[in-house]
């Protein structure tokens, strides 16, 4: 079948990325599965982690990355109701895996879970076919399969960023650093959602002007500096009840400076690296909470799902190809350049 393959580990990413048509077919589901025909898949900078190298992580080249996919229910497995066949859905690529259990583990003591994610360790969904568990699927009915593939991960993520674990509550305000990628537009979308006052960042100005077009209050251009001051400048001194950050070693202190008191950092991610200068003195005298957080669970991805189904949701389509242009794809995502979700279109069933 066709698919886009990763043929080797290296940067630049697109340079080692092809179209074939001989990639072996999925097969038939296993115990609790699903078979999807491919309508969609969306890309992360989880692909490029991957294409060019994931830490602490060897994988076998070539392979396939998309941690993000739409598609149509074609056959299922030992134990998955029939009804599921036909059905247009999108798929949560995290599965969870189940805690280990030691003998001498307290009680409680498993309090985050693991995942296995498709499209980093496991196979992904840049192909025309695959099989995930029927219980990482979400009926979408009618919805628009790119705009499907482009919301799951990106908004399950940023769900448990904001929503549980950060508590996020009605009128409050958030900054979201690094406005453009898929995350960081999900969480603009959730925060006005919510009724919460925004402030993006970014390196460009044009990204600030379309994040004010989705509906941003304010936009703080990202000169290199400590931008701190012009967030509390926007918040008459306050700061921030919540800052969702991606970026990392090069935001996270102006983050935690930006905050009010009792404030929420969130990060699901460290674009610019893990190594940031933190405040420990601001952390406790502020009260701060510092919550990390990756993808979510099964119940979350059904709650936000269901906001996308009824048309409460949706997520911000950079630009679509078609699978012949995934270098270009890759290429979009590399640059940086895009705003929004990337979105290959496999076919318009």
């Known amino acids: 079948m066709h698919a886009l393959v990763l043929t080797k580990q290296g940067k630049p990413v697109a340079g080692n990325v092809q179209f074939i048509n001989d990639w072996p077919d999925p097969g038939e589901p296993g115990a609790g599965e699903v078979r999807i025909r491919t309508l969609a898949s969306a890309f992360n900078h989880m ?3 991957v294409g060019g190298g994931l830490p602490g992580a060897t ?17 299922v497995g030992a134990g998955v109701d029939g009804a599921w066949v036909g059905r247009r859905v999108a798929v949560n690529a995290a599965i969870p895996q189940a805690p280990s259990s030691r003998p001498d583990d307290p009680p409680g003591s498993t309090l985050a ?34 705009e499907a593939a482009a919301f799951a991960l990106t908004f399950l993520t ?9 508590q996020l509550r009605a009128g409050q305000s958030v900054l979201i650093t690094g406005i453009g990628g898929g995350v960081a537009t999900a969480a603009l979308a959730i925060a006005r959602h919510f009724g919460c006052r925004t402030i993006v960042t970014s390196r460009h100005q044009r990204k600030l002007d379309a994040a004010k077009d989705l509906g941003a209050d304010d936009g703080v251009l990202d000169e290199g500096s400590d931008w701190s001051r012009s967030v509390r400048t926007l ?37 610019s690296g893990p190594d940031a200068t933190t405040d420990l003195a601001r952390i406790f005298w502020n009260q701060l909470r510092v919550l990390g957080s990756t993808m979510g669970t099964p119940e979350e991805f059904g709650e936000v799902m269901s906001l996308f189904r009824r048309g409460i949701l949706r997520p911000t389509v950079d630009r679509e ?17 895009q705003m929004g979700k990337i979105v290959i279109r496999w076919s318009d069933g």
């Open 158 to 166: 940023a769900w448990s960023m904001m929503v549980t674990k950060g």
């Open 113 to 146: 879970p693991s995942y296995h994610l498709m499209g980093e360790t496991l196979t992904g969904m840049h192909r025309e076919a695959f099989c995930c568990p029927v219980a990482n699927i979400a009926d979408i009915g009618d919805a628009d399969a790119g």
């Open 235 to 271: 918040t008459g001194k306050r700061g921030v009840d919540m800052a969702v950050d991606s970026v990392g070693k090069a935001a996270h202190l102006w983050c935690l400076k930006s905050l009010a008191r009792g404030g929420a950092y969130v990060t699901c991610g460290c674009t």
């Open 321 to 337: 190809f078609a699978p012949e242009q995934g270098v270009d794809a890759y290429a979009r995502l590399e640059s940086g350049e």
């Open 59 to 75: 994988l076998e080249f070539p392979r396939i990355s998309g941690a993000d996919g739409c598609g149509v229910v074609e056959a």
């Open 47 to 49: 692909d490029l982690w």
